[in-house]
């Protein structure tokens, strides 16, 4: 009964499509446990959230609940993913193919979020993303996986979780990357570059561990392999949790 019940909600969602535009837009309220969402979207303009193409006023994409897993693919140029989601124990496998695609989500930005694990996957040009995990609730156990082929890329994205594990593989020319980790008794980037004309900042900033096994004291790690020319790149790594 509950696969008959997702089932028929992912049919509602990927039928939506509005009638003022080409654009593909899906809108989300979901509330409760064990949901599993996919979305295959094909077009130009696709978007995820709740508002519209034209601006105005809108409310965000929210989604709650425990044990979530979103499989979503966006083939096409312009798309958008953005809202807040607070859910533990999820996984998150995001695939975008084209160009200029815009990425601003919060998880667990207003309510907790423990045991995450992101694998996002992005193919195209003149990237925009703005993730953000945690902020002032609970977020342990972040596994993530960002990966991008292309050039142009804007990335702004601040994990304040416990127990991190972020690995970043960038290849693509002209690429502005901002990291922030934050709050973690264990923090640990893995960050592959290749590409000319990078300007890259991390900030790890681990605070003070609250107990725990194994851990003993706070500890920082970046495994930084890179491939560039006229790359700038500064890193600030403090037993501190206020960013420099």
């Not at 979020?113 to 925009?128: K, M």
């Not at 292309?150 to 901002?178: C, P, Q, R």
Request: with cysteine.
């Amino acid at each position: 009964m509950k696969k008959l019940i997702s089932l028929l909600f992912i049919i509602m969602l990927s039928t939506h499509i509005s009638a003022e535009s080409d654009d593909n837009e899906i809108m989300i309220t979901q509330t409760g446990d064990t949901f599993i969402l996919y979305i295959d979207q094909i077009g130009f303009g696709n978007k995820i959230g709740l508002d519209n193409f034209s601006g105005g006023t809108g409310s965000n994409m929210t989604i709650t609940g425990a044990t979530l897993e979103f499989d979503i693919d966006m083939i096409g140029d312009q798309n958008k993913l953005f809202g807040p989601v607070v859910a533990t124990n999820s996984t998150y496998d995001i695939l975008l193919t084209g160009d200029s695609n815009s990425i601003d989500w919060n998880i667990g930005y207003i309510g907790s979020s423990t045991y995450s694990d992101y694998d996002f996957s992005v193919t195209g040009d003149n990237n925009i993303f703005d993730l953000d995990q945690g902020y002032a609730f609970s977020a342990e156990r972040l596994d993530a996986d960002v990966t991008v082929l292309g050039s142009g890329n804007n990335f702004d994205i601040d994990w304040e979780a416990d127990d991190l594990t972020f690995t970043l593989d960038i290849d693509g020319i002209d690429n502005d990357i901002n990291t922030l980790q934050k709050d973690g008794a264990y923090s640990k980037i893995v960050f592959t570059l290749d590409g000319d004309d990078a300007n890259v900042d991390i900030n790890q900033l681990t605070g003070t561990c609250v107990g725990g096994s194994p851990c003993a004291s706070p500890i920082s790690n970046i495994n930084l392999d890179v491939t560039s020319n006229d790359a700038v790149i500064q890193i600030n790594q403090k037993d501190s949790s206020t960013d420099s």
